[in-house]
């Protein structure tokens, strides 16, 4: 990763990428993804979209600071498919994100090598177009505070730049604020230092 706080992903899906080799058709699609349930329902869409293919086989990587992963062959000789799609999301530094290749067979195998470079080729097609952007990694505090000291709050809260995901305002206040992780401490410490409110991480 570039920086400790910051990842690359996408916010949106890209697909229908064509690699062709002996007549077998594979396609490629990219899916940001945050957790396993749903990787299964991208994969059943596309289940249902391309009922007629015969192999399904994909990769995903989930979680910023520490990465899960996971590949798939489905079906395929072992680690001629789920393998060479995993290696394109490393390649790419890519995380919170799902990559199938669906292949309609032509009828001519092609050999682990074959398909080894097909299933390759066709995630590195369908990432190369899809939009990767870079987030950072927040970390996320609830504000409690009684309302008078509001203006106090907020020009911290304005100097700071800090965004604000939810907030009650009555005689206590409660706001959630967002904040990256490299200036959490030293935010954290210029709340504290007020001594007239709260402050709470919220774990995940």
């Not at 995903?60 to 680690?79: K, L, Y």
């Not at 080729?121 to 990432?127: F, G, M, Q, R």
């Amino acid at each position: 990763m570039q920086n400790s706080d910051t990842y690359k992903t996408i916010e949106k899906s890209f697909g229908g990428e064509i690699f062709k080799d002996k007549g077998s058709k594979f396609y490629g699609y990219a899916f940001p993804v945050s957790n396993e349930i749903q990787v299964k329902e991208f994969i059943d869409e596309l289940k249902s979209q391309h009922h007629k293919a015969r192999h399904w086989c994909y990769a995903w990587r989930i979680g910023a600071e520490t990465i899960r992963f996971r590949a798939n062959d489905d079906g395929e000789p072992s680690n001629s498919a789920g393998q060479p799609i995993l290696g394109q999301l490393i390649s790419f530094d890519v995380t919170n994100i799902l990559v199938v290749v669906v292949r309609y067979f032509g009828g001519t195998k092609l050999g682990v090598g074959g398909l080894i470079t097909a299933y390759k080729t066709s995630a590195k097609l369908v990432l190369e177009t899809a939009k990767i952007v870079e987030k950072t990694i927040d970390i996320s505090y609830i504000l409690t505070f009684e309302y008078e000291f509001l203006d106090k709050v907020m020009r911290i809260i304005k100097e700071k730049n800090l965004r604000v995901d939810s907030q009650i305002m009555e005689m206590n206040c409660v706001f959630e604020i967002s904040v990256r992780k490299k200036d959490a401490a030293s935010i954290k410490t210029s709340f504290e230092n007020l001594r007239c409110l709260q402050i709470k991480e919220i774990d995940d």
